[in-house]
């Protein structure tokens, strides 16, 4: 399914049959719609950052919508489309935050950094926001969660809104850090988001951890 380790931890999951019912609705829409991202970048997220590498997880709810931009990866568009609002916001804070001014849109220097960008839905129909909520993808990405949480090693999870907030239960390790504030969303940022200096705090705990830091550059 994904080509790297993330088979042997998922493997129990890919025979339930809520997984098989899933893989079937999905495989469905594509055939007969606009469906966002293209079939082959689903689960980008986890090849990108295969289980032993992950440091940190940043949660995002479901994939953009509209033409080009989601490629799996949360926050995250393809080069050459215009920034959403909420990934400018997030820029914002970087620059505040470390003066790190980041011009590319694409977020795959961070997955491969460690930084597991994951959606709680990773399948969307064109112009059509939440339209897959219901298909079971979240039954799946809060078992890979559940997985993370049993790292023996800490892992920071950046929880951004309330949605993001909601997985909080299913970090149930002492070991793993959470940095939480509002959601980067030009509704909300300004209401906790911006100066939470989240970046800075998650190199912070890496440092002290004898980690190596994320280049967020």
Known sequence: MIGNNWD??????????????LINKVNNEYRNKIIFPEYKNIFNAFKLT???????VIIGQDPYHGEKEAHGLSFSVLEGVARPPSLNNIFKELYSDLGIKKESNDL??????????????????????????????????????KKINEKTEPVIFILWGNYAR???????????????SAHPSPLSASRGFLGSKPFSKTNKILKELGKKEINWE
Do not use: C, Q, R
């Open 166 to 180: 909601s997985k909080k239960e299913l970090i149930t390790n002492k070991i793993h850090y959470i940095i939480e």
């Open 50 to 56: 295969p289980y032993e590498v992950v440091k940190v």
């Open 8 to 21: 042997k931890i998922l493997e129990e999951e890919y025979h339930k049959e809520y997984f098989l019912e």
């Open 108 to 145: 795959t220097n961070w997955a491969k950094e460690g930084v597991m960008l994951l959606n709680s839905i990773l399948t969307v129909e064109k112009d059509k926001p939440l339209s897959h909520k219901d298909f079971g993808w979240t039954y799946f990405t809060d078992s890979v969660i």
